[in-house]
T-cell receptor, first 114, second 113 residues
Framework: DQQVKQNSPSLSVQEGRISILNCDYT??????FLWYKKYPAEGPTFLIS?????DKNEDGRFTVFLNKSAKHLSLHIVPSQPGDSAVYFC?????????????FGSGTQLTVLP | NAGVTQTPKFRILKIGQSMTLQCTQD?????MYWYRQDPGMGLKLIYY???????DKGEVPNGYNVSRSTTEDFPLRLELAAPSQTSVYFC????????????FGSGTQLSVL
């Protein structure tokens, strides 16, 4: 039973345009969400997070939106750059819990075309 | 600052062989974790540790063992390798573990043939 789903295995976007990566979750107890970025032959690196008391969090070109009623979050990258080409994982957990309780999605491969 | 270091990067094992995946971190983090990632799947937690001398099972612990004798090191042991253990293994650490971001190593690609 996948509690965190990334239904798009891959996404291609033209450089300069917006990239939108989606993530759905089923566990209503999740109240903390993170996005990780992974380049080939490297480990995932933390990108941005959001807690359930917010519906939006921005960090430079990256914005995460949270729709609690739909149990859906999305990562927007504007403008997209070729260096953004990577696999993006969303993860969900509980703020009061521990990182051992993070549940990861299967990832979306983003390719930004020059 | 090296962060989280994993060795080896690649390994091929025969069925029934044993090996230890090494992980060390230099950030003085209390929490350390082992994940595995199978193709098309998310990362799944194998074992974790909240400090030296304390370890606990994650979601998929069968076939693995861990130890945590120091804050820095968290090796993962495979005793009798099976083809189902073919995967990419990631070690990670965090300071407190409370909803906090993880720092990952670069991974070990393991094939069991």
């Amino acid at each position: 039973d996948q509690q965190v789903k990334q239904n798009s295995p891959s996404l291609s976007v033209q450089e300069g345009r917006i990239s939108i990566l989606n993530c759905d979750y089923t566990n209503s107890m999740f109240d903390y969400f993170l996005w990780y970025k992974k380049y080939p032959a490297e480990g995932p690196t933390f990108l941005i997070s959001i807690s359930s008391i917010k519906d939006k969090n921005e960090d430079g070109r990256f914005t995460v939106f949270l729709n609690k009623s739909a149990k859906h979050l999305s990562l927007h990258i504007v403008p997209s750059q070729p260096g953004d080409s990577a696999v993006y994982f969303c993860a969900a957990g509980r703020i009061s819990g521990s990182a051992r309780q993070l549940t990861f999605g299967s990832g979306t491969q983003l390719t930004v075309l020059p | 600052n090296a962060g989280v270091t994993q060795t080896p990067k690649f390994r091929i094992l025969k069925i029934g062989q044993s090996m230890t995946l090494q992980c060390t971190q230099d950030m003085n983090h209390n929490y350390m974790y082992w994940y595995r990632q199978d193709p098309g799947m998310g990362l799944k937690l194998i074992y974790y540790s909240v400090g030296a001398g304390i370890t606990d099972k994650g979601e998929v612990p069968n076939g693995y063992n861990v130890s945590r004798s120091t804050t820095e090191d968290f090796p993962l042991r495979l005793e009798l390798a099976a083809p189902s253990q073919t995967s990419v293994y990631f070690c990670a650490s965090s300071y407190s573990g409370e909803g906090e971001k993880l720092f990952f190593g670069s991974g070990t690609q393991l094939s069991v043939l």
